[in-house]
Nanobody, 123 residues
Framework: QVQLVESGGGLVQAGGSLRLSCTAS????????MGWYRQAPGKQRELVAV???????TYTDSVKGRFSVSRDNAKNAVYLQMNSLKPEDTAVYYC?????????????????WGQGTQVTVSS
């Protein structure tokens, strides 16, 4: 079973910075992509940034130039550096991994999610 564990959320004033971390563990064979989504109260979950193992990093428009996603492949980890935070960035942030892993007697690719970490930006 694959697990994603996040850390790094908290309360910060507008203009401040936070760094989120997420580590995947379990019977992982390969990781196709890792990234971050967020869900604000009363809103749908939205993509923040995703970093594929091959290809281009994608950011949602509202965070471009402020957020930066990175990975440490040796640790199966993904990070989200968030700078110049705004109150509208307040949300629960979820780590996501598209991971090829052992499942029972076989293997398959699935989307896995972390438990979520709260980010609150005060004005």
């Amino acid at each position: 079973q694959v697990q994603l564990v996040e850390s790094g959320g908290g309360l910060v004033q507008a203009g401040g910075s936070l760094r989120l971390s997420c580590t995947a563990s379990g019977n992982i064979l390969s990781i196709l992509s890792m990234g971050w989504y967020r869900q604000a109260p009363g809103k749908q979950r939205e993509l923040v940034a995703v970093m594929p193992s091959r290809g281009t990093i994608t950011y949602t428009d509202s965070v471009k130039g402020r957020f930066s996603v990175s990975r440490d492949n040796a640790k199966n980890a993904v990070y989200l550096q968030m700078n110049s935070l705004k109150p509208e960035d307040t949300a629960v942030y979820y780590c996501n991994g598209r991971i090829f892993a052992v499942q029972g007697t076989g293997s398959q690719t699935q989307n896995y999610w972390g438990q979520g970490t709260q980010v609150t930006v005060s004005s």
